[in-house]
């Protein structure tokens, strides 16, 4: 399928809006319990508490972290970004699993997804 073909019969399928809050619901419980989204939430938190201030001193750190990592041999960065990659790509799944998961029993009503997916 190609999601811009100009025939509609082509076309991907939207997500449907019902099944939405619960995917954010459980991809949140698992995002806050996986150690590889740590530092990216504590960056977020960071981010509301200084409301668009940027700190010379903040981005002096993030500039020698990076400084590092041009310095390390290619085989050790390709490493570092699969690590940082990894539960990006792993939550993309279980988010994916979760949709397919929800479909496949009829969790489409809206009793069902408001309820939290308990029947």
């Known amino acids: 399928r190609d999601a811009n073909s100009n025939d509609p019969r082509s076309r991907w399928s939207p ?5 939405l809050p619960e995917l954010v619901k459980r991809s949140g419980e698992r995002v806050r319990k996986e150690k590889g989204f740590e530092q990216l939430l504590k960056e977020v938190e960071e981010a ?29 960065r390709e490493k570092k970004m699969k690590d940082i990659e990894a539960p990006f790509l792993e939550e993309g799944v279980n988010i994916l699993a979760d949709y397919i998961h929800l479909m496949t029993k009829g969790a489409v009503t809206s ?9």
């Open 48 to 76: 509301k508490e200084n409301k668009g201030v940027v700190r010379l001193g903040d981005l002096r750190k993030r500039a020698s972290k990076k400084d590092s990592l041009v310095k390390k041999d290619r085989k050790e």
């Open 15 to 19: 997500l449907d809006p019902k099944l």
């Open 111 to 119: 009793a069902s997804v408001n309820s939290g997916g308990k029947n």
